[in-house]
């Protein structure tokens, strides 16, 4: 490839990173492709670490030797996940959003793909160093989210249906309780979907007692998979706590309290941060 | 802000560029983010232009006067596109892929977060100068392409429904016919989802004869919606033009022929690049 100047380098080198992570790059990658020495592309990255660690967009790490090479580990910085936390409670309290029963009306935040990527990046971020194999969310409402997570972990998403296609192939099927309903409901997976043995991270957009994500816990021991982690974008705080199934999730927001009569809700702060200190 | 040195400003607007397709972003943002002179942040933005351009990355559209800014619009370069639709074709020509019923296999593909993105940057590409509100999609296997696509032209996505869910408030429902089986479905959109006069671009995972795609025209048009394209990962080429629905769409794979006897599955590249010449 032709040489370009180190500006032009930089340039390249950082969308080239930014569009791999958690990608192994050997360092003659790089060294081939810009025809510069290993030492001048040494030198580029140190560049480039520095400013995506001050920046809080992530981490640069070298790892040495004949396998060795450089990874891209996008990590949301402290304040920026506050901010966006922030934000995002902000926008769940808007009282428009309170629909007849009580439910909320959240596919508008859903439907923003800028915003589903950025609560993937905090999810990469707290589950960084968990050892995944797998993303696995239930359609539908979580999809975006768990795509967002895997985009950033360079995982691959499983999807478990509520019935079983015939674009599937044959699958595995299993009956679960939904928590808030106490309803019995049907989820599928595929047979190709899930290796024996995958560790798997669970993202879904919305728990309440947790009888959903409890039957994607059922359905990965019928594949001897797994959790490896769960991860929700908003959780009920309108749960007992000896009625919750489910202990150790990562919540970005909480819902307190829906009203319908006086058209009030309020929404705080997730577990994210307390998790997040933990590891 | 600190100031920053021009190697560490290319780094940081490199990235915060590309976390931002389709925004027009001011020059002062960048002078004030870096505390530069505005001829500075000039000579950057043309360095970054020159790069993204010469790999293949996008335009950078520098708008003058009062208003104006720069404007990072993602476009997959033709080499880098070729490249990925014969590595799609590549992938669906497995043939273990095919199901009882001459049914395909997909969702491993589908369920590569990096693989969607890569096809939502073509689809940005082609659909860029369309003047699009929202990206429109029905569940489910449509709807991690419709984000890759909805992320690179900073556009939200509607999601359409199978059946009317509590918690999307009052919705429209219609009855469409399924091309390939004749048998009558419904689908429903929120109320709430979809402004009136919206110019909706349809984005799915498959396309036979197009009934899926002709019920989202219809539903659109009972929000008093317009179609301002239509795209599709693959389409199925065993239908005779005249059974089919819909004849303004871009694919990027054509499934030519599945036999189950043989096992064999002949894909080829869709209309990508036809149409792309023709805008």
């Given at each position: 490839?032709?040489?370009?100047?180190?500006?032009?380098?930089?340039?390249?080198?950082?969308?080239?990173?930014?569009?791999?992570?958690?990608?192994?790059?050997?360092?003659?990658?790089?060294?081939?492709?810009?025809?510069?020495?290993?030492?001048?592309?040494?030198?580029?990255?140190?560049?480039?670490?520095?400013?995506?660690?001050?920046?809080?967009?992530?981490?640069?790490?070298?790892?040495?030797?004949?396998?060795?090479?450089?990874?891209?580990?996008?990590?949301?910085?402290?304040?920026?996940?506050?901010?966006?936390?922030?934000?995002?409670?902000?926008?769940?309290?808007?009282?428009?959003?309170?629909?007849?029963?009580?439910?909320?009306?959240?596919?508008?935040?859903?439907?923003?793909?800028?915003?589903?990527?950025?609560?993937?990046?905090?999810?990469?971020?707290?589950?960084?160093?968990?050892?995944?194999?797998?993303?696995m969310?239930?359609?539908?409402?979580?999809?975006?989210?768990?795509?967002?997570?895997?985009?950033?972990?360079?995982?691959?998403?499983?999807?478990?249906?509520?019935?079983?296609?015939?674009?599937?192939?044959?699958?595995?099927?299993i009956?679960y309780?939904?928590?808030?309903?106490?309803?019995?409901?049907?989820?599928?997976?595929?047979?190709?979907?899930?290796?024996?043995?995958?560790?798997v991270?669970i993202?879904?957009?919305?728990?309440?007692?947790g009888g959903t994500i409890q039957g994607m816990v059922d359905l990965l021991a019928e594949?001897?998979a797994t959790v490896?982690?769960v991860?929700?974008?908003?959780?009920?705080?309108?749960?007992?706590?000896?009625?919750?199934l489910l202990?150790d999730y990562?919540?970005?927001?909480?819902?307190?309290?829906?009203?319908?009569?006086?058209?009030?809700?309020?929404?705080?702060?997730?577990?994210?941060?307390?998790?997040?200190?933990?590891?």
């Amino acid at each position: 490839m032709k040489k370009l100047k180190r500006s032009a380098r930089l340039v390249e080198m950082t969308q080239y990173l930014l569009l791999r992570p958690h990608h192994l790059i050997p360092l003659t990658t790089f060294a081939e492709r810009y025809g510069a020495a290993k030492s001048s592309i040494s030198e580029d990255l140190s560049i480039i670490k520095e400013v995506f660690e001050e920046e809080g967009m992530g981490d640069l790490l070298t790892l040495a030797g004949a396998a060795g090479g450089v990874k891209f580990i996008p990590k949301v910085g402290e304040t920026q996940a506050r901010e966006f936390i922030d934000q995002l409670c902000g926008m769940l309290s808007d009282r428009n959003r309170i629909l007849p029963g009580g439910y909320l009306y959240m596919s508008d935040l859903l439907g923003l793909p800028n915003l589903m990527n950025e609560a993937g990046r905090l999810f990469a971020t707290v589950f960084a160093n968990q050892n995944i194999d797998v993303i696995m969310t239930v359609e539908t409402k979580g999809i975006p989210l768990a795509y967002a997570t895997g985009a950033q972990l360079n995982l691959p998403v499983v999807l478990v249906r509520r019935d079983h296609q015939v674009t599937e192939g044959s699958a595995v099927s299993i009956n679960y309780v939904s928590g808030s309903h106490k309803s019995l409901h049907t989820m599928t997976l595929s047979r190709r979907a899930l290796k024996e043995n995958s560790r798997v991270l669970i993202v879904d957009d919305f728990m309440k007692a947790g009888g959903t994500i409890q039957g994607m816990v059922d359905l990965l021991a019928e594949f001897n998979a797994t959790v490896a982690g769960v991860g929700v974008l908003v959780e009920s705080g309108e749960v007992e706590s000896e009625q919750r199934l489910l202990h150790d999730y990562v919540s970005l927001a909480t819902l307190t309290a829906v009203d319908p009569k006086v058209k009030e809700i309020v929404v705080q702060p997730g577990n994210y941060f307390s998790k997040f200190d933990a590891k």
